[in-house]
């Protein structure tokens, strides 16, 4: 078992089974390899992918098709056979969410989702090709912005 900080006084153990390992690393980082999926049932779809070899690499995760129903992907021959899926009911699909200071501009990377088997416990983040998902997906889209009219709401006498 692992265990990881979460904040400066609390610490999360890690079971075995919640290691994913990436062989190509990520995509801008290679050398990235071995991470630690881990996920609260008060907080999904969202979940927290945690480096093991540098516990400071921590990226939050989201289940794609639960902020846009419509998400579709394709999963070539060689991605599948490299990462030993037989069935899409073995597959997790995950996107890479930004967090910046204002939430309001949350956005996940539809573009280059993560694709890992549950069950052999490989994953990797995969580059779509031939489609206009973005790489900058705005999850609250009807947030408030500065600037922007928001609408008026009148009660009847």
Do not use: W
């Not at 995509?27 to 881990?38: C, E, S, T, Y």
């Not at 289940?63 to 490299?82: G, K, L, Q």
């Amino acid at each position: 078992m692992i265990s990881f900080s979460k904040e400066a006084t609390q610490r999360v153990a890690v079971d075995s089974r919640q290691i994913i390992t990436f062989e190509s690393g990520l995509i801008g980082l290679p050398q990235l390899k071995v991470f630690a999926l881990i996920e609260d049932e008060l907080s999904l779809p969202i979940r927290l992918l945690q480096c093991v070899s540098v516990p400071e690499f921590v990226f939050v995760v989201i289940n794609p098709f639960a902020i846009h129903p419509s998400y579709d992907i394709e999963i070539s021959d060689e991605d599948a056979a490299e990462l030993g899926i037989k069935s899409a009911a073995d597959v997790l699909v995950l996107a890479i969410v930004t967090v910046p200071e204002d939430l309001r501009f949350v956005t996940a990377n539809l573009l280059s989702p993560l694709v890992i088997n549950m069950k052999s416990k490989r994953g990797k983040q995969i580059l779509l090709t031939d489609t206009d998902y973005p790489i900058n997906y705005r999850i609250l889209k009807d947030a408030p912005i500065e600037g922007r009219k928001q609408p008026s709401l009148e009660l009847a006498s």
